[in-house]
């Protein structure tokens, strides 16, 4: 009777540990695009994460799971975008790795992008980034890499730095992001997430440049709601000089 009773422990708690983790998370996303002086757009994405092993969701923010579990993973994502004959086809992979036993981090992607217009030629780019990173506190990544992109007419490679730090203020879970590259144009994004409660975040973001042809500069607000361990869905507005953004993305864990 005593060992019946000691499996039956022992299985409720794989269970419960099975319930509170997961593997991969898969996510669809529709973004409505309104630029001020021409025709509005929309886009349709859809991407995936697989970790290396279990994601264990524990006492944190389920946001932010992944990363304070320092759990290495490889992803990709599919985007497409139609206005009035424009076309532009996104596609892309991607891995992160925390090295075992060790601080250090490195990740790295590449994707290829695809723009199609009506009575011109087709313009292909390449982007790719790499970057290699190091923990020297609890839940702070700085990381140092490359950017760089390469077309049909031109190609440049930028160094970049960025850091995230996830930690508590006041009782309550914060997410600080930071990420720049320098070049011909410094290009640079901030943000800012506040946990209200382990399913919910409110942010904001901030993305800019010192290109004077471009001059824009992009301010959004975010929210995500986790309303099962599995199930979230997240919706932010991006207002710029000369466009705004909104987007909606759903997705769900196993």
């Not at 730095?161 to 144009?185: I, M, P, W």
């Not at 000089?241 to 993305?249: P, S």
């Amino acid at each position: 009777m005593k060992k019946l009773s000691l499996a039956t422990a022992i299985f409720a708690s794989v269970v419960a540990m099975g319930a509170n983790a997961y593997q991969a998370e898969v996510g669809g996303t529709i973004n409505y695009i309104d630029p001020d002086h021409a025709d509005s757009a929309t886009g349709f994405a859809i991407d995936g994460t697989y970790y290396f092993n279990p994601v264990q969701v524990k006492n944190a923010p389920l946001n932010e799971a992944a990363f304070l579990n320092r759990a290495s993973n490889v992803n990709g994502a599919v985007s497409y975008a139609d206005n009035d004959g424009y076309k532009v086809t996104t596609y892309g992979i991607g891995a992160e790795y925390f090295v075992p036993n060790t601080d250090f981090y490195v990740a790295g992607n590449i994707a290829r992008t695809t723009e199609k217009e009506d009575g011109f030629k087709d313009w292909d780019t390449t982007t790719y980034k790499a970057e290699v990173g190091y923990l020297p506190v609890a839940n702070l990544l700085i990381a140092v890499g490359v950017v760089g992109y390469d077309d049909d007419y031109s190609d440049d490679v930028d160094p970049t730095l960025r850091a995230k730090y996830v930690t508590q203020l006041s009782g309550y879970d914060v997410n600080f992001e930071a990420a720049t590259s320098f070049g011909d144009t410094d290009y640079y994004n901030l943000g800012a997430d506040l946990y209200l409660d382990k399913t919910l975040s409110v942010g904001v973001a901030y993305s800019g440049s010192n290109d004077d042809l471009i001059d824009e500069d992009v301010f959004t607000l975010r929210a995500k709601k986790f309303f099962t361990q599995e199930f979230s869905v997240e919706a932010n507005a991006g207002f710029g000089d000369d466009y705004n953004i909104y987007g909606i993305r759903a997705a769900y864990r196993f």
